[in-house]
């Protein structure tokens, strides 16, 4: 059974930076893509950053190019988001999913609805 947990998560003011962690388990040997999703109150979950398994190729939201870096470590089956110059609109809870019917970054472009294996999610507020 596939598990996916997130951390690190937390309150900032606006302009600070933050890191948030994804580890997986129980995929045995199925090649995966991951990514980052947020939802804000009353708002669609949409994508913010995705990772391709194999040459790590990245795809990211306009609102957070130049800001957010995504990155993975397929040893550990780990996918981070270093987030820098947070603004109050990146306040969301950020959801990390992984799915095995995706091996390109380009996870991002479909719903969240349509993806598999999902975290918990983790609280970001940034303070204005």
């Known amino acids: 059974q596939v598990q996916v947990m997130e951390s690190g998560g937390g309150l900032v003011q606006a302009g600070e930076s933050l890191k948030l962690t994804c580890t997986t388990s129980?995929?045995?040997?199925?090649?995966?893509?991951m990514g980052w999703f947020r939802q804000a109150p009353g708002k669609e979950r949409e994508a913010v950053a995705c990772?391709?398994?194999?040459?790590?190729?990245?795809l990211y939201a306009d609102s957070v190019k130049g800001r957010f870096t995504i990155s993975r470590d397929n040893a550990k089956d780990t996918v981070y988001l270093q987030m820098s110059n947070l603004k109050p609109e990146d306040t969301a809870v950020y959801y990390c999913?992984?799915?095995?019917?995706?091996?390109?970054?380009?996870?991002?472009?479909?719903?969240?609805?349509?993806?598999?294996?999902w975290g918990q999610g983790t609280q970001v507020t940034v303070s204005a």
């Open positions: 999913v992984a799915d095995p019917n995706f091996t390109s970054e380009r996870m991002c472009n479909y719903p969240a609805t349509t993806l598999k294996h």
């Open positions: 990772i391709s398994w194999i040459r790590g190729a990245t």
């Open positions: 129980g995929w045995g040997f199925d090649e995966h893509a």
